[in-house]
């Protein structure tokens, strides 16, 4: 066999030795395998590749802006489950490796630690330190990183959950870093064989089709606190309210944009210990305008509550594309909020009080049938004060005088389409449903 034959294959051997050693963390091209939890700086997880040539052709990618008050800045990615031995890459047989592009030429340091332990002060828990550099060219580069130390030996190599990445650590800078796939040691992710479902927007768990790309406060995906009630699942979202920036905004993309002709309402948990609050959901449009805001004051509560959302004022025109959460804006309070669950839906909601519109009203036919009258009928005390029909672009169509508990309304003079009832009782409980013609 040639020399050149000879290179190739060695070149090949090695190539497959580095991709079985890691295992991909996030290319944020779609759901990441890890969560992230708590982040210094700021942190922008899906922005066009500003220089999509090299070795690096993908679209997307991440932006960091280090914080350039702390010396130790961090951003915590946290797998599904317990890293495999990590021997490995203890010995160099294994290595870790990131895409970056950046103008300075900084240290980067990974540190694999185990998150319990890590509470307590360095250096408990952490378990093994790696390191790189970059060039500062400014063009994409391959990071490999090389074991530099073990702070705590005391932690197994089978008992480590959470990879910390450091940027120039020990320096106060605020330099910007854009990163990309982000190659992290192996571990057996719960949710490689679970199907995806493009209506559970968000569970924290293993359907992650949002991503939350800024933050006007500390978000972190931590452990439930209440597990007991109604929500048991086990991981969900934590929101810690900046004093700074009184909106208290967070959010970013929906993986999946739909219409309103896909999903018409949906639901979120909330669980807030210092209810009553103020929490405010922004639907929007890729370029940011706002479709609709829903308006929720939490209930005070020991357990989770959930929350239902109405988009039936959205036109099916439009493309629902972001979503903004905004808790207690204007105010310049540190408030906390956990939340999970955030469910996209085919239900016709009330914008009274979640799941009980069936109990209110019956509306029958619908869809419509050839008489082009639709009977709706208050099941409960009292009466129904007035009916506003609605076009599906949000035009009004008509008002109908009721004060009493039955009525019957003529469409025949309606085109063929979906509409919007939206019914408002004497005791102004209002209550909005679509009809089908």
């Known amino acids: ?200 927007a968000e569970d924290f768990d293993c359907h992650r089709n949002i991503s939350f790309d800024f933050s006007n406060g500390t978000f972190s995906i931590i452990d439930n ?33 739909f219409t309103t002709d896909t999903y018409i309402s949906a639901k979120i948990d909330l669980f807030d210990p210092n209810a009553p609050q103020k929490f405010l959901i922004s639907m929007q449009d890729a370029n940011d305008t706002e479709l609709s805001i829903d308006s929720i004051t939490t209930i005070a509560s020991e357990d989770w509550v959930t929350y239902s959302l109405d988009f039936s004022t959205i036109s099916p025109s439009e493309s629902i594309e972001k979503f903004v959460f905004l808790f207690n804006p204007s105010t310049e309070t540190e408030d906390t909020i956990y939340i999970d669950n955030f469910f996209f839906s085919k239900e016709i909601v009330s914008t009274s009080i979640p799941n009980e519109v069936e109990h209110l009203i019956s509306l029958y036919p619908n869809p419509v049938q050839r008489s082009n009258q639709i009977i709706i009928e208050l099941k409960s005390e009292g009466a129904i004060g007035t009916i506003e029909m609605i076009s599906i672009d949000g035009k009004l169509m008509e008002t109908i005088p009721v004060n009493t508990k039955k009525t019957i309304i003529d469409v025949s003079n309606y085109a063929k389409g979906n509409y919007i009832a939206k019914i408002v009782l004497n005791n102004n409980t209002t209550i909005t449903t679509r009809i089908t013609k």
């Open 1 to 200: 066999m040639n020399r050149s034959k000879i290179n190739l294959l060695i070149s090949l051997l090695l190539f497959f030795t580095y991709t079985k050693a890691q295992q991909l963390y996030d290319d944020f091209e779609g759901t990441p395998q890890t969560a992230y939890g708590f982040i210094n700086g700021v942190f922008e997880n899906n922005v066009t590749n500003p220089s999509q040539s090299g070795i690096n052709t993908s679209t997307t990618c991440a932006k960091y802006t280090r914080n350039s008050s702390v010396p130790y800045d961090v951003i915590l990615i946290e797998p599904s489950a317990s890293m495999d031995d990590l021997s490995e890459y203890l010995s160099g047989e294994k290595k870790m490796t990131l895409l970056v592009k950046t103008d300075v030429s900084v240290t980067v340091q990974i540190t694999l630690e185990n998150s319990i332990s890590a509470v307590s002060a360095y250096p408990s828990g952490r378990h093994s330190e790696y390191s790189a550099s970059t060039t500062g060219s400014g063009e994409w580069e391959l990071l490999t990183f090389n074991f530099s130390q073990q702070p705590d030996a005391g932690v197994s190599n089978t008992d480590v959950d959470r990879m910390v990445l450091l940027f120039d650590p020990g320096n106060y800078s605020n330099d910007i870093y854009y990163i990309d796939n982000i190659m992290g040691p192996e571990f057996n992710n719960p949710c490689a064989n679970i199907t995806p479902v493009d209506s559970i």
């Open 225 to 257: 606190p209440m597990r007991e009630g109604n929500n048991t699942s086990s991981k969900c979202g934590q929101f810690i309210k900046w004093t700074t920036m009184p909106d208290g905004a967070f959010g970013g993309r929906i993986g999946n944009p």
